[in-house]
């Protein structure tokens, strides 16, 4: 069966520090893979996503970035942290054939002092 | 292009009472539509799915029937519990795009 893991679980960070949340998934190949944004008390936005290796599309300009660097694992990073970056990210997968469902991570709460 | 239109919430329950969670779409074509749940700092869950007009999603005593004529899917349960209490969200897979509604906040209070 699929896994898809987070980590960290939460994160407390400095403005202007950088940043990497690190997503795999297990038991699946070539996956769709997600990042989302979840302020606090409202609903998600989607950050990037990406169809393949190194193939990542931005959803929203700021001052985030992903990477892909193998098939199961996507990579969420900043080089300068703001406070308005404070959220609940989640990662998600999803098959590439066929209605599946996109199936989530437990998250990482990042809070930016 | 496509959305989802969940009712506002909060939604507040007394245990053992019915709950519905309003959610319509917006869609060309024939998408398929979910229902996700969220404890507390945690990821979404899978709750439910339908595939094609008229099909029902079931899991755990929630059910959603798939309406295009109405384009709805309406979550429902016969009897709320208090770990019931959560955000559900209802979301639509369409043309290889996914598209959530906001979120509704259930608290089932004893």
């Known amino acids: 069966s699929q896994t898809i893991h987070q980590w960290p679980a939460t994160l407390v960070q400095p403005v202007g520090s950088p940043l990497s949340l690190e997503c795999t998934v297990e038991?699946?190949?070539?996956?769709?893979l997600y990042w989302y944004r979840q302020a606090a008390g409202r609903g998600l936005q989607l950050l990037f996503y990406?169809?393949?290796?190194?193939?990542i599309s931005s959803e929203v300009p700021q001052n985030l970035s992903a990477s892909r660097p193998q098939d199961r694992q996507f990579i969420l990073s900043s080089k300068k942290l703001l406070l308005s970056d404070s959220g609940f990210y989640l990662c998600?997968?999803?098959?590439?054939?066929?209605?599946?469902?996109?199936?989530f991570g437990p998250g990482t709460r990042l809070t930016v002092l | 292009g496509d959305s989802v239109t969940q009712m506002e919430g909060p939604v507040t329950l007394s245990e053992e009472a019915f709950l519905t969670i309003n959610c319509t779409y917006t869609?060309?074509?024939?998408?398929?539509l979910f229902w996700y749940v969220q404890y507390p700092g945690e990821g979404l869950q899978l709750l439910l799915k339908?595939?094609?007009?008229?099909d029902k999603g079931s899991n755990k005593g929630f059910e959603a029937t798939y309406r295009k004529e109405t384009t709805s899917f309406h979550l429902e349960k016969g009897s709320v519990q208090v770990s019931d209490s959560a955000v559900y969200f209802c979301?639509?897979?369409?043309?290889?795009?996914?598209?959530f509604g906001a979120g509704t906040r259930l608290t089932v209070k004893p």
């Open positions: 979301a639509l897979f369409n043309n290889n795009d996914m598209r």
């Open positions: 990406s169809v393949g290796i190194g193939q």
């Open positions: 998600a997968w999803r098959g590439i054939t066929g209605t599946y469902p996109q199936y």
């Open positions: 869609a060309t074509g024939y998408p398929s």
């Open positions: 038991g699946t190949s070539n996956p769709n």
């Open positions: 339908a595939t094609k007009a008229d």
